[in-house]
């Protein structure tokens, strides 16, 4: 994403009156345990790494609406 990342991006929703309660999944390359904790401190509601199945991004979608 040209100018923030999305650890930037979630904070900024999550951050707003009018978008804190918008659902974040993140879709990451970065598999460290860090990455994830990182996600999550920052508002994400589910972080998935990369590769994942349909299956995987289905069942989070499913999970969090």
Do not use: H
Not at 6 to 17: A, I, P, T, V
């Amino acid at each position: 994403m040209p100018g923030m990342n999305g650890f930037e991006f979630c904070r900024k929703l999550k951050q707003d009156s009018d978008t804190k309660q918008i659902p974040v999944i993140f879709c990451s390359s970065k598999n460290k345990n860090i990455d994830r904790i990182w996600g999550m401190k920052q508002g994400g509601d589910i972080y998935l790494t990369k590769p994942f199945t349909k299956q995987q991004l289905l069942g989070a979608v499913k999970s969090i609406i």
